[in-house]
């Protein structure tokens, strides 16, 4: 699929060992190298939220990379569900239950 100005947009959960392991930072500059918009954050139970928005094959290459994270890292599931954009510009870590919702 060519990018033509199309927008994808995916929230996504990753349980397993994705806290203390420098997740979300490898996972920030991931997104930036990708040219994608959104955020991550980790949450009280141990999972990592994340917020992608960009041209879908791009965001189909980070999903992809979430499920594997960083060689730190243990993914054991990754549940993601199609959202709505909303025209983020930037992709940053957010602070424990920062995140936009």
């Known amino acids: ?4 100005g199309e927008r994808a947009c ?14 979300r930072w490898f996972a920030r500059e991931r997104a930036r190298e990708l040219g994608l918009a959104g955020w991550i954050e980790n949450l009280t139970d141990g999972r990592v939220e994340v917020w992608i928005e960009g041209p ?8 992809a990379w ?4 960083p060689p730190t890292a243990r993914v054991e599931k990754l549940d993601v569900r199609e959202e709505t954009p909303t025209g ?7 602070r424990v ?4 919702r």
């Open 88 to 94: 983020l510009t930037s992709f940053e870590v957010q």
């Open 97 to 100: 239950g920062g995140g936009p």
């Open 1 to 4: 699929m060519a990018e033509n």
């Open 10 to 23: 995916m929230h996504a959960l990753v349980s397993g060992r994705v806290q203390g392991v420098g997740f």
């Open 56 to 63: 879908p094959e791009r965001v189909r290459s980070m999903l």
């Open 66 to 69: 979430l499920d594997e994270g």
